[in-house]
Antibody, heavy 120, light 110 residues
């Protein structure tokens, strides 16, 4: 079945970087954009950016420009999101989400989420 | 980019209809027909319920419907059921070629 499986929980110190993976299966990985969305505990959803797995093209929310990098490895159908210069406010669940086949602007398949905790 | 504005909470009795609003600007909701709605149960990933303002993905109940007027989009749930109790988020494409989510609405079935 179509699914996205993310890497496990991470605990990082302030100032460090984290790299979360998102492995796709059940569909052609290079045919659909991958987006990243995060959610702090008890808070709303926050869009971080998108990546086209075919071209590698990316687009980031202004808030994360300069701190986030989205990449992929097409040979293993895996997308990555790396966030640097971590601070306590980055503590959240990070989701990858696939764009819908008919529109890039809706996300129909979501990963299970990866908890990232930033603490000294 | 500021989050789209949603009511914090909406409630209704089983069988009733409720509507959740999502207010943005002409640079997002009002400027494009790219509004989506997501349902999120506690501890779970969001689920796509509506895309492109009013389209339902395969498998989503026809009790869910979407619409838009000006800078405000709406999600209506008819025949409210206990399993509809969840958080709901709207999202929209923006003039900056980004996405923005709404503040979220907690739906309670009384």
């Amino acid at each position: 079945q179509v699914q996205l499986v993310q890497s496990g929980a991470e605990v990082k110190k302030p100032g460090a970087s984290v790299k979360v993976s998102c492995k796709a299966s059940g569909y052609t990985f290079t045919s659909y954009d991958i987006n990243w969305v995060r959610q702090a505990t008890g808070q709303g959803l926050e869009w971080m950016g998108w990546m086209n797995p075919n071209s590698g093209n990316t687009g980031y929310a202004q808030k994360f420009q300069g701190r986030v990098t989205m990449t992929r490895n097409t040979s293993i159908s895996t997308a990555y999101m790396e966030l640097s210069s971590l601070r306590s406010e980055d503590t959240a669940v990070y989701y990858c989400a696939r764009a819908h086949r008919l529109t890039r602007d809706a996300f129909d398949i979501w990963g299970q989420g990866t908890m990232v905790t930033v603490s000294s | 980019q500021s989050a789209l504005t949603q009511p914090a909470s909406v409630s209704g009795s089983p069988g009733q209809s409720i509507t959740i609003s999502c207010t943005g600007t002409s640079s997002d909701v009002g400027g494009y027909n790219y509004v989506s709605w997501y349902q999120q149960h506690p501890g779970k990933a969001p689920k796509l319920m509506i895309y492109d303002v009013s389209n339902r993905p395969s498998g989503v109940s026809n009790r869910f419907s979407g619409s838009k007027s000006g800078n405000t989009a709406s999600l209506t749930i008819s025949g409210l059921q206990a399993e509809d109790e969840a958080d709901y988020y709207c999202s929209s494409y923006t003039s900056s070629s980004t996405q923005v989510f709404g503040t979220g609405t907690k739906v309670t079935v009384l």
